[in-house]
């Protein structure tokens, strides 16, 4: 699988680009807060938070763990825990599990993404 021959890799989120909204960065970042550290998601916060401060758009794995984390979160105060609500935040969207983190971040941080992850990418 790889992100170009997948049709089905970002769900329903293909092709499609998404203003964000502070409150809804917020929400998603007080969310992460709640599980251990892990570096990768705290970039793509960053990320989000990039996006909005110039205005910009969001797109791809962006908005993949954008809308996936949003929904995760909702999910989680509906009192689902985490091992119920992931799996339905990534199949409320069609995405694929691998689409949640940009490339860069995977590039970033190797060691918490292995050879799945790079394949899905197309990452050598």
């Known amino acids: ?5 997948d049709g089905i890799f970002f769900g329903i989120l293909t092709n499609q680009e998404y203003d964000i909204e502070h409150e ?26 990039k996006a ?8 791809d794995a962006d908005a993949s763990f ?7 979160a909702e999910l989680m105060e509906k009192g689902y825990d985490w091992y119920t609500a992931h799996p339905r935040a990534i199949a409320h969207y069609g995405v694929s599990s691998y689409s949640l983190y940009h490339p860069e971040v995977i590039k970033a ?15 050598n």
């Open 24 to 49: 809804k960065v917020e929400t998603v970042r007080k969310h992460i807060s709640k599980f251990d550290e892990f570096l990768p998601s705290q970039k793509m916060i960053d990320r989000l938070q």
């Open 66 to 72: 954008y809308f996936h984390k949003l929904k995760e």
């Open 109 to 123: 941080y190797p060691e918490d993404f292995n050879r799945n992850w790079r394949k899905a990418w197309g990452i």
């Open 52 to 59: 909005l401060d110039l205005g910009q758009k969001i797109c």
């Open 1 to 5: 699988m790889s992100v170009n021959s």
